[in-house]
């Protein structure tokens, strides 16, 4: 039998509860550090302000709020050593095809059991450390946090801003 047991720290981003606490039960009976968050606003907002590192995020694919494709660039922009796998009730092709060229490290359909889940998230991690992870958000990022804080604006919010205006001026 395989052993699924890890030790790193991952981020469950659901926006359903019952699949948010379920899947935290899973992740630390299997020796995960876990963290969650209603949605991927509330996942950037938690990754800014953590100061554990979180070596994966679990992202949901169908959630209110900020597309699972904002998601994903944004994390990986400002954690770019953060390991990103996506989970959905729709079909794995579907999705990969869908997502092509991301920055992703796996997929985890829905529904799953809890090995299924635990296979799938020591298959991301891999059995090597996450080269490149840093903590302290990249300076791009950082300073968008800061400036942001002097506006009435969330960070996240702001990053996203910031982010169009640098595609719309290409």
């Given at each position: 039998m395989t052993n699924l047991q890890g030790v790193r720290s991952v981020l469950v981003v659901d926006?359903?509860?019952?699949?948010?606490?379920?899947?935290?039960?899973?992740?630390s009976?299997?020796?995960?550090?876990?963290?969650?968050?209603?949605?991927?606003f509330a996942a950037i907002e938690l990754l800014r302000r953590t100061p554990r590192q979180v070596s994966l995020?679990?992202?949901?694919?169908?959630?209110?709020?900020?597309?699972?494709?904002?998601?994903?660039?944004?994390?990986?922009?400002?954690?770019?050593?953060?390991?990103?796998?996506?989970?959905?009730?729709?079909?794995?092709?579907?999705?990969?095809?869908?997502?092509?060229?991301?920055?992703?490290a796996g997929f985890v359909p829905k529904p799953y059991t809890p090995a299924q889940l635990a296979g799938k998230i020591k298959a991301a991690m891999g059995q090597e450390e996450i080269a490149g992870w840093d903590p302290i958000p990249s300076t791009q990022c950082a300073g968008a946090f800061r400036a942001a804080e002097g506006?009435?604006?969330?960070?996240?919010?702001?990053?996203?801003?910031?982010?169009r205006e640098a595609e719309e001026a290409l």
């Open positions: 926006d359903e509860r019952s699949v948010r606490n379920l899947t935290e039960a899973v992740l009976s299997y020796g995960y550090s876990v963290l969650v968050a209603e949605d991927a995020v679990l992202l949901d694919l169908s959630m209110p709020g900020m597309r699972a494709e904002d998601a994903i660039q944004e994390i990986h922009r400002c954690w770019p050593g953060t390991r990103i796998v996506l989970s959905s009730g729709y079909g794995e092709t579907e999705v990969l095809d869908r997502f092509r060229g991301m920055p992703l506006l009435d604006l969330k960070p996240v919010e702001f990053l996203m801003q910031v982010g």
